[in-house]
T-cell receptor, first 114, second 116 residues
Framework: DAGVIQSPRHEVTEMGQEVTLRCKPISGHDYLFWYRQTMMRGLELLIY????????DSGMPEDRFSAKMPNASFSTLKIQPSEPRDSAVYFC????????????FGSGTRLTVV | AQTVTQSQPEMSVQEAETVTLSCTYDTSESDYYLFWYKQPPSRQMILVIRQEAYKQQNATENRFSVNFQKAAKSFSLKISDSQLGDAAMYFC?????????????FGKGTKLSVKP
């Protein structure tokens, strides 16, 4: 089991550019989550999917953020256009159906927007 | 809405000693799950221990144990025989079994330092 795989690990981009973060969940997990971590706000849920369908996107900051899950093995989080305040660590996590389990997190993508 | 509170932003412990990290939560639900996650400087989020609310017995994983007080809505983590590798941020988290069962709600975290 390779775990949850995120790419890239680090991303530095200029303000106004489009950024795409990628995630491959653990095979067989039917929940996928995108979290953002900052010093000020801690860990915030942005959006989560169940069986590839977005269930709750109320945490997505604004229309500049979008997420997709075209199949069970891949998800993207896109920011367009990016702004300096988007700088954070973005985590992807996956989970099986049983709520008794916690999530398995990826290693995160550290995004810096200059 | 459920909330999770960790009142200790930072804690320190001497190597080989015991330390307890506090966590309280607010919920109107009777069935849920609680977790402690560890985040070392590598930033990887690692599940440390899990507790089912319907179980009275406190969960234990090697040197890690919890004190779950359901009525008080308290869920503290005890680390025994602390090791240098235990130095990390520790996050308490809540997961509902109800409508928002997908969402894991985190506290702000406690930064644990271990002194040699």
């Amino acid at each position: 089991d390779a775990g949850v795989i995120q790419s890239p690990r680090h991303e530095v981009t200029e303000m106004g550019q489009e950024v795409t973060l990628r995630c491959k969940p653990i095979s067989g997990h039917d929940y996928l989550f995108w979290y953002r971590q900052t010093m000020m706000r801690g860990l915030e849920l942005l959006i989560y999917f169940n069986n590839n369908v977005p269930i709750d996107d109320s945490g997505m900051p604004e229309d500049r953020f979008s997420a997709k899950m075209p199949n069970a093995s891949f998800s993207t989080l896109k920011i367009q256009p990016s702004e300096p305040r988007d700088s954070a660590v973005y985590f992807c996590a996956s989970s099986s159906r049983g709520v008794r389990y916690g999530y398995t997190f990826g290693s995160g993508t550290r995004l810096t927007v200059v | 809405a459920q909330t999770v509170t960790q009142s200790q932003p930072e804690m320190s412990v001497q190597e080989a000693e015991t330390v307890t990290l506090s966590c309280t939560y607010d919920t109107s639900e009777s069935d849920y799950y609680l977790f402690w996650y560890k985040q070392p400087p590598s930033r990887q989020m690692i599940l440390v221990i899990r507790q089912e609310a319907y179980k009275q017995q406190n969960a234990t994983e090697n040197r890690f144990s919890v004190n779950f007080q359901k009525a008080a809505k308290s869920f503290s983590l005890k680390i025994s025989d602390s090791q240098l590798g235990d130095a990390a941020m520790y996050f308490c988290a809540y997961r509902s079994t109800g409508g928002s069962q997908g969402n894991l709600i985190f506290g702000k975290g406690t930064k644990l330092s271990v002194k040699p």
